[in-house]
Each structure stands twice: as C-alpha cells, then as structure tokens.
C-alpha cells in the first residue's frame, strides 16, 4: 500500500510509533544515553501545560514554555570543532555565558526542510540553544493527550508524542544531559578539556 492511501492521521501515527521504537530497530546513529525513569511520565499534571513549538522540516517538536528563555534569529556563529558531533553547529556568546547552538534536524534524524536554519530557541537553564526554522506556535496539552515515552527508550531526548497536535516533547533534563556527556567525551579525545 502506497503512502497515498493511507490518511494523514495513520502517516502521522506510523512515524511516532518508529520514532518511540528502540533507536537500533531503525538503524540509528544518533546519541543514546543510558535508561533512566522519565520523571516527566511520573508526574500527572492536573492542568494543562504550554509548550514552544519547534519546527525542523516536517518535524513538530514541543518543549515546556518554563524551559525557554528567548526566541530569536540565528546570528553568525563560531563554527564548531571539525570534531565536534553533527549536532553541533557552533557557538554563541551571550551576556556572560556561552551558547552552544545544536541543530535539532541532526540530533533528531529529520529530514530538513528547504532555506536555513534560522531561529534559536535559547533554553533557560544550561549553555544551549536548539536551532530550527520556525519557533512562533504555542500550545497548551493536558497529561492524558500525551503519549509518553515508555521506560527503557533510547533517546532521552524524547518525553513523549502528541498526536492530536502532531508534535514530539523534547525531555529538556534528557536532551541537555545528553548533549552535555556527548561534548565532555569530545573534549576528552581531543584533550581539549571538557567545554564552557
């Protein structure tokens, strides 16, 4: 059966199912962590919560609002490393701390859409910004309108999927721990020391 055939809604299903399935039954080079309890899952909010959504190519991707900072167009950037992982696409310096900016489409394995990157979602807490080419729409999600990701998923950069909204929740304490460990190993092969 061609994807023709098949409604939106099943396409959109069919995608979240793959992307909530183990990273090695994809064939995925992206990073993986070891498992944790996603605290995220633990907790039953009693009222809705509003999340930025990020936009990478066909890709809907959702993080709490308490977690950003600002929104802003990407300046010119320090280029990263030649080792630096693919995610990384270089630096930022901003008031008294400096940003590490990281492609969204890379980390995530999507497919980016036409033009550049062109928007930085600062994050609150930490030294990153998550680039991607639209960050405009906010929505509000209850608990139970969430999918949430099962123990013992591979990308704890991933909460969980919304399908009525059609987005994936990034896990902000996963994604930033994550990418933090992966630059720490970075600087230890090149000796360079563990970065800012």
């Known amino acids: 059966m061609n994807d023709d055939a098949i409604g939106d809604d099943a396409l959109l299903t069919r995608y979240f199912d793959a992307l909530l399935a183990p990273a090695c039954a994809r064939g995925s080079d992206m990073p993986t962590a070891p498992v944790v309890p996603d605290a995220e899952a633990e907790r039953a909010p009693v009222t809705a919560r509003r999340y930025r959504c990020c936009q990478v190519g ?16 990407c300046p010119v950037l320090t280029p990263a490393p030649p080792t630096a992982p693919p995610w990384h696409l270089g630096t ?11 492609s969204l489409a890379a980390l995530t394995g999507a497919t980016p859409g036409p033009g550049r990157t062109d928007v930085l979602v600062v994050l609150d807490a930490g030294h990153w910004a ?3 080419s639209d960050a405009e729409a906010v929505i509000e999600l209850r608990h139970d309108e969430v ?3 099962a123990r013992g998923g591979t990308r704890p950069w991933l909460a969980g999927t ?4 059609g987005c994936a929740l990034l896990d902000i304490l996963g994604l930033t721990g994550l ?5 720490e190993a970075m600087a230890d092969k090149t000796g360079m020391g563990a970065p800012a």
């Open 147 to 149: 999918r949430w990701r």
């Open 58 to 73: 066909s890709l809907r991707l959702a993080l709490p609002m308490a977690a950003v900072a600002a929104v802003r167009p």
């Open 179 to 183: 990418l933090a460990s992966e630059l």
């Open 92 to 102: 930022l310096v901003e008031s008294t701390r400096r940003l590490h900016v990281v």
């Open 130 to 132: 998550l680039a991607c």
């Open 162 to 165: 919304a399908l009525a909204h």
